[in-house]
């Protein structure tokens, strides 16, 4: 087991410095379904910096033990590995590589337990403004300059005021989304003249104005409801910069499209329609999507299909063909919500035809769309990666930030999401490179024209404690905030790049394998039953209930159960009762099991260390003031001076080291924790049912 323990000085210092460390481990924990360690990151502070800056970086959350690094991954480059160095409790000091480009970044913590989830980071060339706090009213309001960046977090419910200058004719512009920079925040931004006369309010995350005289302008920023704590975290660009203006084509005009083109506009105001006519022959198949609520817009698109025919004068008679508004509902169902409002229709043609379609925003905004005409779908076919939970109780209404971790000679899964599938949608193979030291990608598979399916992975014995960006697997969707109880709170989602994978240290209370890994078939009307392999940690003889995810929703999934201390077992499928039909699936075992663990082991062997050395070095100091004190050389009171200093710190450092070791001990019992325990992928093909 690697140790990722802070150098140990014999001073009351490091002894200080070391406990200080420790308590990152032990704060407030968030909700989470499983009990078993698992990095989780509620806030970050700040929200950004410049290229190559040294931060401060602030991590609230949760068995944050052991730091290595954080990982920072955007969608267009390398995912970067950056060290960390703990200053004090839950901060730290991170260098960042000088040749970040400017972008949103997801930021995660990597350490004993593996990889965190992310949260969001700006890397910006403008220079950061730190709001204090302190700026709560007009008279004390903080001077700041356009071409920079504010950000802050409201710890009380009052406002945070800022001042800056603007001559006649310059451009004001102020940008925030909460949800974009993945906080809780619902800004109310207000602009104000000299005088206090407001001027401007933010809409939709930008304000704008043009100066009318040169003046300092009052800027007000709180929370919509006035909220506060350290998950209403802000970062406001402020610039004399003209916001971009979507060009919106007028709603008269019929645009002709073509099979395997893309379409780049904006909704016309009001909720009209922008039409286009798609013309196609005998025998074309294709894929008309719209893509805006994906795009990571507030929108909910509405796709009208209709036919056109001509008479001998040229007169258009339309008839219906389609009206989507949603793309089609995921079963079985994710283990998150997957919002996804934009239509999707797929077609075959059986004569030639012209199709005229129609687009409009239900909520009538001008936001931007993408209007797809696809031959076939996209290969490799888009993915959403989903952190592993438990399946919910009956009734249960929780927001889980999961985990990506995998526990050392254990499996772990992440959930694939595949969105926008239709009957012609072929399988997908799910695999996954750029793993953590140690770890193996078992695969994974999701079926024809089916939406969900889940990728493996399997940790070494002695895997080392890290985590990595996978690569093949281009998306992932996380919740931004764990909530207890979703009737009394809204749970966020966001949409990011690429999933993480990391590996715990913590050794997995169970391994379950399939005695074989090829494709087992199955007829439609018959069972199937497959033999199990169960590899037990020493302190692990509980009896195991696993459901088969990937074939039906998870409430009503057949299970498999294990007795306790087998080292073997069975799952029957009931094809016949399950009602598949004919075809491939994949799916995998999965469940709780509980098991007691010890946390802080490794802080413990360490403090345990430092306390027989310092207990060493006192009794040198107490031999040197012995020495002293017996001295009879003129020296001798400088010499017992010297000794009974060095021996007081000696003293100090040995009750420092004790008491640590104390606390640890009480710590480091061992308590029981629930674990998510997978199987191998399994795959199977239903075949016909035979003619009699």
């Known amino acids: 087991m690697n140790s990722r323990a802070m150098p140990r000085p014999h001073s009351p210092i490091s002894v200080l410095s070391f406990q200080l460390a420790i308590l990152i481990a032990f704060a407030a924990p968030a909700f989470s379904q499983a009990t078993f360690p698992t990095p989780a990151l509620t806030s970050i502070s700040p929200l950004g910096a410049k290229p190559g800056a040294t931060v401060e970086l602030t991590l609230r959350g949760t068995d944050l033990d052991g730091p290595q690094s954080i990982l920072l991954s955007d969608s267009a480059s390398p995912a970067r590995t950056i060290a960390i160095k703990s200053t004090k409790p839950n901060i730290f000091s991170v260098v960042l590589p000088a040749d970040l480009k400017s972008a949103l970044y997801d930021l995660r913590f990597v350490g004993r337990y593996g990889v965190s989830n992310p949260r969001v980071f700006e890397i910006s060339t403008l220079d950061a403004i730190d709001s204090p706090g302190t700026n709560s009213k007009p008279d004390k309001a903080l001077k700041v300059a356009l071409n920079s960046v504010i950000q802050g977090s409201f710890k009380a419910t009052t406002p945070h005021w800022f001042t800056f200058d603007a001559k006649t004719g310059q451009t004001i512009n102020a940008t925030f989304s909460g949800r974009r920079f993945d906080t809780r925040t619902e800004l109310l931004a207000t602009l104000s003249a000299p005088t206090g006369r407001e001027l401007a309010h933010m809409r939709d995350g930008i304000l704008s104005l043009t100066a009318k005289a040169d003046a300092t302008y009052r800027l007000r920023l709180n929370d919509l409801m006035f909220r506060a704590g350290d998950d209403y975290g802000f970062r406001i660009t402020l610039t004399d910069h003209a916001p971009a203006i979507r060009p919106v084509t ?311 159960d294990i007795a306790a201390k087998a080292v073997a077992g069975k799952f029957t499928l009931d094809v016949k009762t399950l009602k598949l039909a004919p075809g491939d699936y994949g799916f995998i075992l999965q469940g709780p099991a509980k098991m007691k663990i010890r946390r802080n082991v490794e802080e413990l062997a360490a403090a345990e260390s430092d306390a027989k050395k310092a207990l060493g070095n006192q009794k040198e100091a107490q031999k040197k003031l012995a020495d002293a004190n017996a001295d009879t050389t003129p020296q001798k009171a400088e010499l017992v001076k010297a000794a009974t200093a060095a021996l007081k710190l000696a003293d100090t450092a040995k009750t420092d080291n004790d008491k640590l070791v104390k606390d640890l001990t009480a710590k480091a019992v061992a308590k029981e924790a629930t674990f998510i325990v997978y199987s191998n992928p399994i795959r199977i093909r239903v075949k016909e049912v035979a003619k009699k």
Do not use: M, W
């Open 250 to 560: 007028p709603i008269s005009a019929i645009t002709p499209v073509q099979i395997g083109q893309t379409i780049k506009e904006s909704f016309p105001p009001n909720g009209l329609a922008r039409s286009f006519d798609l013309a196609f022959k005998a025998n074309d198949k294709f894929i008309i999507e719209v893509h805006s609520h994906q795009l990571g817009h507030a929108t909910d698109p509405q796709l009208i299909i209709e036919n056109v025919k001509k008479d001998a004068a040229g007169k258009e008679t339309l008839t219906a063909q389609a009206e989507v508004a949603d793309a089609p509902a995921i079963t079985p169902a994710p283990s998150i919500n997957i919002a996804n409002r934009d239509p999707s229709y797929a077609f075959e043609a059986k004569a030639d035809g012209i199709f005229r379609i129609s687009i409009s925003d239900a909520f009538n905004s001008t936001r931007p769309f993408e209007l797809r005409i696809l031959k076939e779908a996209p290969k490799p076919a888009p993915v959403i990666a989903i952190n592993a939970t438990l399946p919910k109780a009956a009734n249960a209404k929780t927001g889980d930030l999961g985990s990506a971790n995998v526990p050392r000679n254990g499996i772990a899964a992440l959930e694939v999401i595949a969105p926008n599938r239709n009957a012609l949608s072929e399988p997908i193979e799910l695999k996954a490179e750029n793993l953590p030291a140690g770890v193996t990608c078992l695969g994974g598979f999701i079926g024809k024209g089916q939406s969900l399916g889940y990728i493996a992975f399997q940790a070494a014995a002695d895997a080392p404690a890290g985590g990595t960006i996978l690569s093949g697997i281009p998306q992932s969707q996380f919740v931004s905030f764990p909530v207890a109880d979703a009737t009394k709170d809204n749970v966020l989602y966001r949409t990011t790049g690429a999933p993480a994978l990391g590996v715990s240290t913590q050794a997995s209370p169970a391994l379950i394998q399939t005695e074989k890994t090829d494709i087992l078939e199955v007829a439609a009307d018959a069972k199937l039953d497959i033999p199990l392999k169960v590899t037990r940690h020493a302190d692990f003889a509980d009896a195991l209930k696993l459901k088969a995810l990937g074939l039906i929703d998870a409430a009503k999934a057949p299970e498999a």
